[in-house]
């Protein structure tokens, strides 16, 4: 995915998006989906297939901590314990943008874009993308797990402080399970 402004954005697709607080240099990044599979049996035929989290790569590097992604105006100490902030979902869809560029797509094709977009969350997990004007991927989309509900977004961090990942957890794995290198973030 392409990240020209370094702003990342999680959400469902289709609706104005607001940046993280926390910005990365601006790049093209790999989005990596962990698909859960399930079976009639341990040897049968797969029946269905969940997205259990998506991560946006930064650096290909071990997590050491995790933190909750944060929109502006939020603050972690306003949380309970085992509370989050996270992105609504009503469409069984997420994704991860570009800010801008999303925001660009929203005012120039009136939120239009989104019917070209729009996918069958029964062909899970489909990753459809939505393109700049360069013609670079600045939305990757997504199933989410069971589908609708609230999702958080958690950021990675190597054990020299720099972003490694974003991970969206779509809570269909136990809570000890790390979302990439590392410990699993605290839900």
């Not at 972690?76 to 902030?85: N, T």
């Not at 020299?160 to 399970?177: N, Q, S």
């Amino acid at each position: 995915m392409s990240l020209p402004s370094g702003r990342v954005a999680a959400s469902e697709p289709g609706f104005p998006t607001e940046a993280f607080t926390q910005t990365v240099p601006p790049g093209r990044y790999p989005i990596v989906l962990a698909v859960v599979e399930y079976r009639r049996s341990a040897d049968g035929d797969v029946v269905d297939e969940r997205v259990a989290a998506a991560r946006l790569v930064i650096r290909d590097e071990p997590v050491d901590a995790w933190e909750l992604a944060l929109w502006p105006g939020q603050d972690v100490a306003a949380l309970g314990p085992r509370e989050y902030f996270g992105y609504p979902v009503d469409g069984g869809q997420g994704s991860f943008a570009d800010a801008d560029g999303v925001q660009t797509l929203h005012e120039e094709a009136d939120g239009e874009w989104w019917e070209d977009f729009r996918m069958d969350v029964s062909d899970r997990p489909t990753s459809p993308t939505a393109d700049g004007p360069d013609g670079e991927p600045i939305l990757v989309g997504f199933t989410t797990g069971e589908g609708d509900g609230v999702y958080p977004t958690w950021i990675g961090r190597t054990r020299d402080g720099d972003v490694a990942c974003f991970v969206t957890d779509f809570f269909l794995l136990p809570e000890d399970w790390p979302l990439g290198d590392g410990p699993a973030p605290a839900r």
